[in-house]
């Protein structure tokens, strides 16, 4: 049997995410963000093409590193302004029964107790349904907000998050019993306290010595995706990531990356076919592939290209408005997203990338792909994708919402469908078991199923 494609719909609770300018468009509809109504019928409509999972981008912080001023992010709408991604989920999940949620949380900048409240709430309201994508932040506006005096440096964000997750795992997966909940009318006992344990966390980062506030939810751990493809953040996504974004140029880069993962989740002890890695792609379908290409004109005519360098600029800690047009792209390190400056470098080593060029390809779809077609050219093409690189899935960014969202769901499923390529009706359970897990929750060698708390403190 072929295999199957997954297939996640990647927006952001913002007028722009990843074709700046795109909210001129006449058919966008992407200024009723503030409306929960539009966010509710875009979950139904993804519900109705049986899309795994509406993932959901932030940041905390405003893209100023073009022109070393935000002014340019303000005029475009690029990211900004934007809004808290986690609010919207109950009512999304109110008005589905299937759809899951991956939202984008940074570990650099709230405190894991707390959010672990969050996402224990949230895992109740939509049923297991909840997703966490792990970030560790690149903007270094978002760190100057919360009173640093700047953003850490790249690695030892990762040494931070490490022991974020020991905690909120330790919250998560051992303060409460699975019997602590007795809701015993009789007696007036609701939870049994000898069945609630306080984590005692001492540690170079965090001090969390009590317990948990919320009672086991279905999934104790949400899924957990990871974006990470700089060296160590592939160390870490080998470790603790179920399912792994990625935003690869070419097939080229992306069967590397793809490759690569493997290896680092066997080496770190897990099958290395547990965990799945979706590509960035923006795919605009229409009936012909003359429509879907007039389609991309139009597009192009509002797309913006300051608003592209604008977001490559904050991906790479690159300011773009002082070179050159002709200048070219060096691969070179940086303290916001490494990876991103890598996987163009790497797309062709024997093509060298201009500003002028990487501007042109940024403005739809940001630093993924885009494909262009009837419903059989771009199944043609993702089935391409998925054979010869490996990868497992996409993550489908929007260049007119809903507009491409809908041709995703109304054209293009069906024909994965027809080849045997797309799930025809969701699998039961938590989001976990319907992306494959064998239980609700996390299972061993993950070391979220194999946190332990430590020995009690001895009472003086």
């Not at 072929?2 to 913002?14: P, V, Y």
């Not at 909210?23 to 139904?44: G, K, N, V």
């Not at 993804?46 to 912080?61: C, H, K, Q, S, T």
């Not at 690695?155 to 007795?182: C, F, G, H």
Request: proline share 5%.
């Amino acid at each position: 049997m072929a295999q199957q494609i997954r297939l996640n719909a990647f927006t952001m609770n913002s007028v722009g995410h990843l074709s700046p300018g795109l909210w001129r468009h006449p058919r966008d509809e992407s200024r009723r963000y503030l409306d929960l109504d539009y966010w509710i019928e875009l979950a139904q409509t993804l519900e109705r093409g049986l899309i795994d999972a509406v993932f959901l981008a932030d940041v905390l912080g405003v893209y100023d590193v073009y022109g070393g001023s935000r002014d340019a992010a303000l005029r475009g709408g690029v990211q900004v302004p934007v809004n808290d991604p986690l609010q919207l989920i109950p009512a999304m999940a109110a008005a589905t029964e299937h759809l899951g949620f991956g939202v984008t949380a940074s570990v650099s900048f709230e405190h894991p107790y707390p959010f672990a409240r969050r996402m224990s709430t949230l895992d109740h309201l939509t049923n297991g349904r909840i997703g966490w994508n792990i970030v560790t932040s690149y903007l270094n506006s978002g760190a100057l907000n919360l009173g640093v005096s700047g953003q850490e440096a790249h690695d030892r964000r990762y040494e931070i998050a490490e022991e974020y997750l020991e905690v909120v795992y330790k919250l998560w997966q051992a303060s409460w019993d699975d019997d602590a909940v007795v809701a015993d009318a009789e007696s007036g006992v609701y939870a049994d306290p000898e069945r609630v344990r306080p984590i005692r966390h001492e540690g170079e980062f965090f001090r969390v010595p009590g317990i948990h506030l919320s009672e086991p939810s279905p999934q104790r751990t949400p899924f957990l995706f990871q974006a990470g493809a700089s060296a160590r953040g592939l160390a870490f996504a080998a470790k603790h990531a179920e399912n792994v974004f990625v935003a690869a140029p070419s097939k080229a880069v992306l069967a590397r990356q793809v490759a690569g993962l493997r290896e680092a989740v066997f080496a770190a002890g897990r099958d290395a076919a547990s965990v799945a890695v979706i590509n960035q792609q923006t795919v605009i379908v229409a009936e012909t592939n003359a429509e879907a290409r007039r389609r991309l004109d139009e597009y192009l005519e509002v797309a913006s290209r300051v608003g592209a360098l604008t977001l490559m600029s904050g991906w790479t800690g690159i300011d773009f408005s002082a070179l050159d047009d002709d200048a070219v792209l060096r691969d070179q390190d940086s303290n916001a997203i490494q990876s991103v400056v890598k996987a163009f470098s790497a797309a062709d080593p024997d093509r060298e990338w201009t500003v002028r060029e990487i501007a042109e390809y940024a403005r739809i779809g940001g630093d993924g792909p885009v494909i262009a077609g009837s419903p059989e050219t771009v199944a043609d093409a993702l089935e391409e994708w998925v054979d010869e690189t490996g990868v497992d899935g996409f993550n489908l960014a929007a260049a007119a919402v809903p507009e491409t969202f809908e041709g995703v769901v109304d054209l293009l499923v069906p024909e994965l469908q027809r080849r045997g390529r797309y799930q025809t009706a969701y699998r039961p359970g938590t989001l976990r078991e319907k992306l494959g897990g064998a239980s609700a929750r996390p299972s061993a060698p993950h070391p979220a199923a194999l946190i332990a708390l430590d020995e009690p403190v001895p009472a003086v």
